[in-house]
């Protein structure tokens, strides 16, 4: 190597020395400002092992050492005219390495020259290096290195440059063909440059002429597999050999071409594209996969050019021509398959896209498709369906389908032959692929629309034969049949919403009728489909067809009824009867006949919403739907849509009966107008007449726990209908109030009393309310002084329902109503402030509520202008007040309230308090991003001096919510925050210790490892003093805090501040944690000695499986909760990972067998069943719950103890003596039988061996053993096989050999039970567990050789 490089330098350093004038002069053009391009390159090659990096560093070195002594400074320009002077040069000639280490150097550095440089010296530059070649023989070492350089040249050269430039293209041509890869690639790689280059108008000519030698190269390397195949039939015997070695180097020539001609042949120009793609398509004939796979490549590719300009008519030739192929449709190459109809997709979307008329071409791809649904390959089925479906999504138009409807009834149209393609896929030959039929079909159906609803009679017959076998499916048929009538169900229900009820039932009737008289199937199973996916129809039609149905059946329950009235028929009938009017709120959906329909629809529903109770949730379902989404068109288009509903907002979410429309409306509300909407107001304002006392009298006499419909219909109701009727309604319902109260008040009733509401008048009352809630929307501000009227009296009531209610309706006033909140917020605020000393448990929720949307307000418009002279809570004697704001003063006794409210027992109350304490900080971070949350903080730390432990409790978890939630904001009060909590540990209140504990918690989770170093004695002086108190779990409580303490600050600095009393302590959590890591790093195997797989699970990760929490209630839970580890325990993993929920009670006598046991079907996650631990760990689960423990166990779990009047409970001991007893039965069987030990135990024993003379003879013994698990329950305590070695069958006389029977007559026998530890693949359990064995096996043989002397000795 260094001979090498000293012979390069003596090569290169005197021939650059004389060129340095010409570098200086000859090429004109200064780029010294340009990046020093040798170094760079250099820097990339320097530490490169490979021969070639070296000799390229080796000339680059020279290069920059000449420059340097020429004082020329090593810009691109300079090193390409150095490299170039060189190569002309006899010495830059002569040595191969020299020429390739120079031709490398020069490829890199051309591409960093100007382009006005390289195009001046492109034809002298390439003329050099062809002359290298020839001289070096087309040396590989040389070619791999020049081609690169020769590519850029001819794409750098001009028109003018282009006859000298011919040669040079031609030869880098010639070598995509080369046998070299090396030298292949780097000529691919610069055709691929010069086509990138010609894409210009100044190149238009040489872009032709370089196009013609592609085509001329290609029409004779494309002809050679086809050629060659012909030469090789018609050659003898002895020409064979060479003729098969002709067919495999021409197609290994085509294969190398076409690598080249899918990356060019977007670029060619237009001509010889369309030229060379009718030479590419001749090769499919071939029916070689390789070539056929290779052409589809270049086909796509000319399709798919994102700048092509190609002629839709070129487009339509090669469709036609890819049409006619059969062979590439029947071939057994899954790849070519997918790959040909990837293209046929691509043709078929560019013809259309660019205005072709694909005319009958769409039908004939359509028809090529659909059988590749039924390949054995999945990957060609699911590629022609997606290709099927956005044929569909890009070519079916309105156009398209209007053609249809005209020629309908000829039959000739495209898209009719296209839905006949489709629907011939439901075919019995497609049964594995009905899936992707079906989803074929719901791309169709939307696209047809109601326009061409007429077309997709022959689809829907099909898709209703598939739902028809829901049922089936039911009794028994497998998943797969399942998911398909899933799917099934779906696309009919795309057919419903897209083509309209009318069209589905005309082809697929009910047939209810005819059902019930025998002569035909009904369609039940259409009406929940209806149900479930009616959406935008019409109301008309239910009224005229889904109506008239109902009546008839209606009179076929009456008739039945007359006769037996609690029969069977009467009971289908009224079924039927329930299902066909639980589509009317579907049918009103978004419905486009509301304002002309609604005065009929009131005609026809109202009667029947007054007299029977059972159909009014289906109406007030209907109506809620029609006000609430003309409330929200009215809303879309700016216009009035009156105040908020108080039964649909956020803080209801969990009512039945809101608007759950599972997909998104946008559809149809920008399919309606503004004057729609206003038209549909002003029929609900019609009809409002009507049914506004309807629904509040259905309200009043319906009990309170199947009302919540009604209320939500008399609240969407009310937003939108005229104001006078809302007012007379609410006058009526107060004057019923009124008298309710006076009642109570007097326990009287008078002539005029009010009776119905409920069965007391606490209940009547509260029902009014109810009432008078749902009424707010439509309420104008005079009404709602009565009603704040009438929540102050209630405010102050003592029964919890009344006062619940009556922070409800204020909740609803001060958060949605501020036409009256702006005049009345300092008496609301006075108010609420005074009634918190008579707020019971049960109103704290919606007082919380009340409070925060308080809060809010002050926070927001209304804090700066509030008089505290109007709020005599907050300054009652006058004094001067303090120099806090304003806003602070009025929340300060708030959030007081709120704090303490997270003590509260109510679940929600708890809930409601940890948001609004968050709702609050962020409120008042955002109003003043500096100091809003300090000052809060601040507020909620006066709670740490309180009178009481629960309120120095409840600050403390405040204080732990907001650090929580705010860590980096309250980073720097942590000085003065942490010390104070910490002192707290000092208390006596065992409540105030767990709430500071599970701030120390949160403390540790979220604050940095230096912060925690600095507080460590701290936090180890306090908790170590509850680090021996179990009660409350404080001991683990303390333990979690100082794993957690170790794995964020480390061992050695918490051993550094640890007590040596408690150095035991962090010494067991070290080795315990060690464990863990060393358990979960090694994956070890199930150890079923007691340990089931589930806890094996749990142990390796230290730490429960359940997700996050993400509530306030559940954040709550896990921080506070006397679970020392914060796990969650309203979710469970299942087995195998599947999520699932936990009963609070758990009843093995109720659960079916099946449940309890591990249900692969069942599990969604897969299981790797070739995994022997697997399988070891389902069945070991499965023996240990059949055995007797799991069944004692149950037993133990079902035991419910009796109690006397005092609620004591009584402790029987009568299950125990039985245990004791249980064995007495065995006294009159011989003590020598063997089955005495098999069966004791067991329960049911005694009843199975009544009237039994030995155990042997019993004749329900064998189902008691099964009965048992087939485990004997004493065999676990005693040495293992000692009970059937055999050994109690030896004769008991010395020197006799051979067996005895038993007093019994039992039969001598020995066998070795099976045990799963023989399973197992650690040595030790396997060597315990065959331990005695071989004694056995060594007898048997023994007594086997005896036997057989003896034999012989009597023959």
Same mark, same amino acid.
């Given at each position: 190597?260094?001979?090498?490089?000293?012979?390069?330098?003596?090569?290169?350093?005197?021939?650059?020395?004389?060129?340095?004038?010409?570098?200086?002069?000859?090429?004109?053009?200064?780029?010294?400002?340009?990046?020093?391009?040798?170094?760079?390159?250099?820097?990339?090659?320097?530490?490169?092992?490979?021969?070639?990096?070296?000799?390229?560093?080796?000339?680059?070195?020279?290069?920059?050492?000449?420059?340097?002594?020429?004082?020329?400074?090593?810009?691109?320009?300079?090193?390409?005219?150095?490299?170039?002077?060189?190569?002309?040069?006899?010495?830059?000639?002569?040595?191969?390495?020299?020429?390739?280490?120079?031709?490398?150097?020069?490829?890199?550095?051309?591409?960093?020259?100007?382009?006005?440089?390289?195009?001046?010296?492109?034809?002298?530059?390439?003329?050099?290096?062809?002359?290298?070649?020839?001289?070096?023989?087309?040396?590989?070492?040389?070619?791999?290195?020049?081609?690169?350089?020769?590519?850029?040249?001819?794409?750098?050269?001009?028109?003018?440059?282009?006859?000298?430039?011919?040669?040079?293209?031609?030869?880098?041509?010639?070598?995509?063909?080369?046998?070299?890869?090396?030298?292949?690639?780097?000529?691919?790689?610069?055709?691929?440059?010069?086509?990138?280059?010609?894409?210009?108008?100044?190149?238009?000519?040489?872009?032709?002429?370089?196009?013609?030698?592609?085509?001329?190269?290609?029409?004779?390397?494309?002809?050679?597999?086809?050629?060659?195949?012909?030469?090789?039939?018609?050659?003898?015997?002895?020409?064979?050999?060479?003729?098969?070695?002709?067919?495999?180097?021409?197609?290994?020539?085509?294969?190398?071409?076409?690598?080249?001609?899918?990356?060019?042949?977007?670029?060619?120009?237009?001509?010889?594209?369309?030229?060379?793609?009718?030479?590419?398509?001749?090769?499919?004939?071939?029916?070689?996969?390789?070539?056929?796979?290779?052409?589809?490549?270049?086909?796509?590719?000319?399709?798919?050019?994102?700048?092509?300009?190609?002629?839709?008519?070129?487009?339509?030739?090669?469709?036609?021509?890819?049409?006619?192929?059969?062979?590439?449709?029947?071939?057994?190459?899954?790849?070519?398959?997918?790959?040909?109809?990837?293209?046929?997709?691509?043709?078929?979307?560019?013809?259309?896209?660019?205005?072709?008329?694909?005319?009958?071409?769409?039908?004939?791809?359509?028809?090529?498709?659909?059988?590749?649904?039924?390949?054995?390959?999945?990957?060609?089925?699911?590629?022609?369906?997606?290709?099927?479906?956005?044929?569909?999504?890009?070519?079916?138009?309105?156009?398209?389908?209007?053609?249809?409807?005209?020629?309908?009834?000829?039959?000739?149209?495209?898209?009719?032959?296209?839905?006949?393609?489709?629907?011939?896929?439901?075919?019995?030959?497609?049964?594995?692929?009905?899936?992707?039929?079906?989803?074929?079909?719901?791309?169709?159906?939307?696209?047809?629309?109601?326009?061409?609803?007429?077309?997709?009679?022959?689809?829907?017959?099909?898709?209703?034969?598939?739902?028809?076998?829901?049922?089936?499916?039911?009794?028994?048929?497998?998943?797969?049949?399942?998911?398909?009538?899933?799917?099934?169900?779906?696309?009919?229900?795309?057919?419903?919403?897209?083509?309209?009820?009318?069209?589905?039932?005309?082809?697929?009737?009910?047939?209810?009728?005819?059902?019930?008289?025998?002569?035909?199937?009904?369609?039940?199973?259409?009406?929940?489909?209806?149900?479930?996916?009616?959406?935008?129809?019409?109301?008309?039609?239910?009224?005229?067809?889904?109506?008239?149905?109902?009546?008839?059946?209606?009179?076929?329950?009456?008739?039945?009824?007359?006769?037996?009235?609690?029969?069977?028929?009467?009971?289908?009938?009224?079924?039927?009867?329930?299902?066909?009017?639980?589509?009317?709120?579907?049918?009103?959906?978004?419905?486009?006949?509301?304002?002309?329909?609604?005065?009929?629809?009131?005609?026809?529903?109202?009667?029947?919403?007054?007299?029977?109770?059972?159909?009014?949730?289906?109406?007030?379902?209907?109506?809620?739907?029609?006000?609430?989404?003309?409330?929200?068109?009215?809303?879309?288009?700016?216009?009035?849509?009156?105040?908020?509903?108080?039964?649909?907002?956020?803080?209801?979410?969990?009512?039945?009966?809101?608007?759950?429309?599972?997909?998104?409306?946008?559809?149809?509300?920008?399919?309606?107008?503004?004057?729609?909407?206003?038209?549909?107001?002003?029929?609900?304002?019609?009809?409002?007449?009507?049914?506004?006392?309807?629904?509040?009298?259905?309200?009043?006499?319906?009990?309170?726990?199947?009302?919540?419909?009604?209320?939500?219909?008399?609240?969407?109701?009310?937003?939108?209908?005229?104001?006078?009727?809302?007012?007379?309604?609410?006058?009526?319902?107060?004057?019923?109030?009124?008298?309710?109260?006076?009642?109570?008040?007097?326990?009287?009733?008078?002539?005029?009393?009010?009776?119905?509401?409920?069965?007391?008048?606490?209940?009547?009352?509260?029902?009014?309310?109810?009432?008078?809630?749902?009424?707010?929307?439509?309420?104008?501000?005079?009404?709602?002084?009565?009603?704040?009227?009438?929540?102050?009296?209630?405010?102050?009531?003592?029964?919890?329902?009344?006062?619940?209610?009556?922070?409800?309706?204020?909740?609803?006033?001060?958060?949605?109503?501020?036409?009256?909140?702006?005049?009345?917020?300092?008496?609301?605020?006075?108010?609420?402030?005074?009634?918190?000393?008579?707020?019971?448990?049960?109103?704290?929720?919606?007082?919380?509520?009340?409070?925060?949307?308080?809060?809010?307000?002050?926070?927001?418009?209304?804090?700066?202008?509030?008089?505290?002279?109007?709020?005599?809570?907050?300054?009652?004697?006058?004094?001067?007040?303090?120099?806090?704001?304003?806003?602070?003063?009025?929340?300060?006794?708030?959030?007081?309230?709120?704090?303490?409210?997270?003590?509260?027992?109510?679940?929600?109350?708890?809930?409601?308090?940890?948001?609004?304490?968050?709702?609050?900080?962020?409120?008042?971070?955002?109003?003043?991003?500096?100091?809003?949350?300090?000052?809060?903080?601040?507020?909620?730390?006066?709670?740490?001096?309180?009178?009481?432990?629960?309120?120095?409790?409840?600050?403390?978890?405040?204080?732990?919510?907001?650090?929580?939630?705010?860590?980096?904001?309250?980073?720097?009060?942590?000085?003065?925050?942490?010390?104070?909590?910490?002192?707290?540990?000092?208390?006596?209140?065992?409540?105030?210790?767990?709430?500071?504990?599970?701030?120390?918690?949160?403390?540790?989770?979220?604050?940095?490892?230096?912060?925690?170093?600095?507080?460590?004695?701290?936090?180890?002086?306090?908790?170590?003093?509850?680090?021996?108190?179990?009660?409350?779990?404080?001991?683990?409580?303390?333990?979690?805090?100082?794993?957690?303490?170790?794995?964020?600050?480390?061992?050695?600095?918490?051993?550094?501040?640890?007590?040596?009393?408690?150095?035991?302590?962090?010494?067991?959590?070290?080795?315990?944690?060690?464990?863990?890591?060393?358990?979960?790093?090694?994956?070890?195997?199930?150890?079923?000695?007691?340990?089931?797989?589930?806890?094996?699970?749990?142990?390796?990760?230290?730490?429960?499986?359940?997700?996050?929490?993400?509530?306030?209630?559940?954040?709550?839970?896990?921080?506070?909760?006397?679970?020392?580890?914060?796990?969650?325990?309203?979710?469970? /993993? $299942?087995?195998? =990972?599947?999520?699932?929920? +936990?009963? #609070?009670?758990? &009843?093995?006598?109720?659960?079916? @067998? !099946?449940?309890?046991?591990?249900?692969?079907?069942?599990?969604?996650?897969?299981?790797?069943?070739?995994?022997?631990?697997?399988?070891?760990?389902?069945?070991?689960?499965?023996?240990?719950?059949?055995?007797?423990?799991?069944?004692?166990?149950?037993?133990?779990?079902?035991?419910?103890?009796?109690?006397?009047?005092?609620?004591?409970?009584?402790?029987?001991?009568?299950?125990?003596?039985?245990?004791?007893?249980?064995?007495?039965?065995?006294?009159?069987?011989?003590?020598?039988?063997?089955?005495?030990?098999?069966?004791?135990?067991?329960?049911?024993?005694?009843?199975?061996?009544?009237?039994?003379?030995?155990?042997?003879?019993?004749?329900?013994?064998?189902?008691?053993?099964?009965?048992?698990?087939? /485990? $004997?329950?004493? =065999?676990?305590?005693?040495? +293992?096989? #000692?009970?059937? &070695?055999?050994?109690?069958?030896? @004769? !008991?006389?010395?020197?006799?050999?051979?067996?005895?029977?038993?007093?019994?007559?039992?039969?001598?026998?020995?066998?070795?039970?099976?045990?799963?530890?023989?399973?197992?693949?650690?040595?030790?359990?396997?060597?315990?567990?065959?331990?005695?064995?071989?004694?056995?096996?060594?007898?048997?043989?023994?007594?086997?050789?005896?036997?057989?002397?003896?034999?012989?000795?009597?023959?």
């Amino acid at each position: 190597m260094e001979n090498l490089s000293v012979d390069l330098r003596t090569s290169l350093l005197p021939s650059l020395e004389d060129k340095g004038g010409e570098i200086r002069g000859d090429y004109g053009y200064d780029d010294r400002g340009r990046e020093n391009v040798v170094d760079e390159i250099l820097k990339k090659h320097r530490r490169s092992t490979q021969e070639e990096s070296k000799y390229l560093c080796f000339v680059l070195e020279a290069v920059l050492e000449t420059l340097k002594q020429e004082g020329i400074s090593p810009s691109a320009t300079a090193v390409f005219a150095s490299l170039m002077s060189f190569m002309g040069s006899d010495q830059g000639q002569e040595n191969v390495v020299a020429s390739a280490a120079c031709c490398h150097a020069l490829s890199l550095v051309v591409a960093r020259v100007p382009m006005p440089v390289l195009r001046s010296k492109c034809v002298e530059c390439a003329a050099l290096v062809m002359g290298i070649i020839e001289k070096v023989n087309k040396d590989p070492m040389v070619l791999k290195t020049a081609i690169p350089c020769l590519g850029q040249f001819v794409a750098a050269s001009g028109p003018r440059d282009w006859t000298a430039m011919t040669p040079v293209f031609r030869l880098v041509l010639s070598h995509l063909l080369d046998q070299h890869p090396k030298v292949r690639k780097k000529a691919q790689s610069a055709v691929v440059e010069i086509f990138a280059a010609f894409q210009n108008d100044a190149c238009v000519g040489m872009l032709d002429q370089a196009s013609g030698d592609v085509l001329e190269l290609s029409t004779q390397v494309l002809s050679g597999p086809e050629h060659t195949a012909h030469a090789a039939a018609k050659a003898s015997n002895k020409q064979r050999k060479k003729a098969e070695d002709d067919i495999r180097a021409a197609v290994s020539n085509a294969l190398r071409l076409m690598g080249t001609l899918k990356q060019i042949v977007h670029l060619l120009s237009e001509s010889c594209a369309q030229q060379l793609c009718s030479r590419v398509l001749s090769l499919y004939h071939l029916q070689q996969a390789l070539l056929a796979s290779s052409a589809t490549e270049i086909l796509l590719a000319f399709c798919n050019a994102p700048s092509s300009g190609i002629h839709v008519k070129v487009l339509v030739k090669l469709l036609q021509a890819l049409l006619s192929i059969n062979a590439l449709w029947n071939s057994s190459d899954a790849t070519l398959e997918m790959s040909a109809i990837q293209l046929l997709e691509s043709l078929t979307v560019h013809i259309h896209q660019k205005g072709g008329d694909l005319g009958s071409l769409l039908s004939k791809v359509m028809h090529i498709l659909v059988p590749q649904l039924a390949s054995q390959a999945e990957g060609v089925a699911r590629s022609a369906a997606r290709s099927m479906e956005s044929i569909i999504r890009e070519t079916v138009t309105d156009a398209l389908i209007k053609e249809a409807l005209d020629n309908a009834r000829q039959q000739r149209a495209p898209l009719v032959s296209l839905i006949t393609a489709i629907e011939s896929s439901f075919g019995v030959q497609y049964y594995d692929s009905w899936e992707l039929s079906l989803s074929i079909t719901q791309q169709l159906i939307p696209k047809l629309g109601r326009t061409g609803s007429v077309l997709a009679s022959g689809l829907l017959e099909k898709i209703g034969e598939l739902c028809a076998g829901v049922e089936d499916v039911a009794a028994g048929e497998s998943g797969e049949s399942a998911r398909i009538a899933e799917i099934a169900q779906n696309t009919l229900g795309i057919c419903i919403r897209s083509l309209g009820p009318e069209i589905v039932l005309d082809h697929l009737p009910l047939d209810l009728e005819d059902a019930l008289d025998g002569q035909t199937e009904g369609r039940t199973w259409m009406i929940p489909l209806l149900k479930l996916h009616m959406k935008g129809g019409r109301i008309a039609f239910w009224l005229s067809e889904i109506r008239p149905l109902i009546s008839r059946i209606e009179s076929r329950r009456l008739n039945a009824a007359k006769d037996s009235p609690h029969s069977r028929q009467v009971s289908t009938l009224y079924a039927l009867e329930l299902q066909l009017w639980s589509t009317l709120p579907s049918f009103s959906s978004w419905a486009e006949d509301v304002d002309e329909i609604l005065p009929e629809l009131t005609k026809t529903v109202g009667p029947y919403f007054e007299k029977r109770n059972d159909l009014r949730l289906y109406t007030s379902q209907a109506i809620q739907s029609i006000c609430g989404q003309t409330r929200r068109i009215l809303s879309h288009y700016d216009l009035w849509s009156g105040f908020p509903d108080p039964c649909t907002r956020s803080d209801f979410e969990d009512k039945d009966d809101m608007d759950d429309d599972f997909d998104d409306d946008s559809t149809y509300i920008n399919r309606s107008t503004s004057d729609y909407g206003e038209k549909r107001l002003k029929a609900l304002k019609m009809q409002s007449k009507i049914w506004m006392p309807l629904l509040l009298n259905a309200f009043v006499n319906t009990h309170s726990s199947k009302r919540n419909h009604l209320q939500c219909a008399i609240s969407s109701f009310a937003c939108l209908c005229d104001e006078n009727i809302v007012n007379a309604v609410f006058k009526s319902a107060m004057t019923r109030l009124m008298k309710i109260a006076n009642q109570i008040k007097t326990g009287e009733l008078g002539k005029d009393a009010v009776l119905d509401g409920g069965d007391t008048d606490i209940e009547r009352y509260c029902t009014y309310l109810e009432a008078i809630y749902a009424l707010l929307g439509g309420i104008d501000v005079s009404g709602l002084k009565l009603v704040y009227q009438l929540v102050l009296n209630g405010m102050q009531e003592k029964d919890p329902a009344v006062q619940k209610k009556a922070y409800k309706i204020l909740h609803y006033i001060v958060a949605d109503r501020s036409d009256f909140c702006g005049t009345e917020f300092e008496t609301i605020i006075q108010n609420v402030l005074e009634g918190g000393a008579t707020a019971i448990s049960a109103s704290r929720a919606f007082r919380i509520r009340c409070l925060k949307s308080i809060i809010l307000h002050l926070l927001g418009d209304k804090g700066s202008n509030v008089d505290l002279s109007k709020i005599p809570f907050i300054n009652a004697e006058g004094t001067e007040m303090p120099t806090m704001d304003t806003v602070r003063v009025i929340i300060m006794p708030m959030v007081s309230e709120i704090v303490l409210s997270i003590k509260e027992s109510n679940k929600k109350t708890r809930a409601a308090a940890f948001e609004l304490i968050i709702e609050v900080a962020n409120a008042m971070n955002e109003k003043d991003p500096q100091g809003g949350v300090v000052s809060l903080v601040h507020l909620v730390l006066g709670g740490l001096v309180g009178s009481t432990s629960q309120m120095v409790s409840a600050s403390v978890m405040a204080l732990a919510r907001i650090l929580f939630e705010f860590t980096p904001i309250m980073m720097p009060m942590m000085d003065e925050l942490l010390p104070a909590v910490i002192m707290l540990l000092r208390s006596k209140a065992r409540e105030v210790i767990k709430s500071v504990l599970g701030f120390l918690k949160v403390a540790v989770m979220r604050l940095d490892s230096q912060t925690l170093l600095n507080y460590t004695p701290q936090i180890l002086e306090g908790t170590l003093l509850w680090a021996e108190d179990s009660k409350n779990k404080f001991r683990l409580k303390v333990r979690v805090i100082l794993e957690r303490l170790a794995k964020k600050v480390g061992f050695e600095p918490l051993a550094a501040c640890i007590p040596e009393s408690h150095k035991s302590l962090l010494t067991h959590i070290r080795k315990q944690m060690s464990r863990k890591d060393r358990l979960k790093s090694a994956q070890s195997e199930m150890d079923w000695d007691g340990q089931s797989f589930a806890d094996t699970l749990h142990s390796r990760g230290g730490r429960s499986k359940g997700n996050a929490s993400n509530g306030p209630s559940a954040w709550q839970s896990d921080v506070f909760s006397d679970d020392s580890f914060g796990k969650k325990t309203n979710r469970a /993993k $299942s087995l195998f =990972g599947v999520e699932k929920k +936990k009963s #609070s009670k758990v &009843s093995f006598k109720s659960e079916p @067998a !099946k449940a309890r046991n591990v249900s692969i079907s069942e599990s969604q996650d897969v299981l790797n069943l070739l995994d022997a631990s697997t399988s070891r760990r389902m069945v070991g689960m499965n023996v240990r719950r059949s055995g007797y423990v799991e069944k004692e166990r149950r037993e133990e779990d079902d035991v419910v103890f009796a109690q006397d009047k005092h609620g004591k409970l009584i402790i029987s001991e009568e299950k125990k003596e039985k245990k004791r007893d249980r064995d007495k039965f065995l006294d009159g069987f011989d003590s020598d039988d063997s089955d005495i030990e098999d069966i004791k135990g067991i329960h049911g024993a005694q009843l199975a061996l009544k009237g039994a003379q030995s155990i042997a003879k019993a004749s329900s013994y064998a189902g008691t053993v099964r009965s048992a698990g087939g /485990k $004997s329950s004493m =065999g676990r305590k005693n040495e +293992k096989g #000692s009970h059937h &070695s055999g050994d109690r069958f030896k @004769a !008991k006389r010395k020197g006799t050999g051979g067996d005895v029977k038993g007093k019994g007559s039992v039969q001598p026998y020995a066998y070795w039970p099976l045990d799963r530890k023989m399973l197992n693949r650690r040595e030790q359990k396997t060597k315990s567990a065959k331990q005695g064995l071989d004694k056995v096996v060594n007898a048997a043989k023994d007594g086997a050789l005896k036997g057989r002397k003896a034999k012989r000795r009597r023959h």
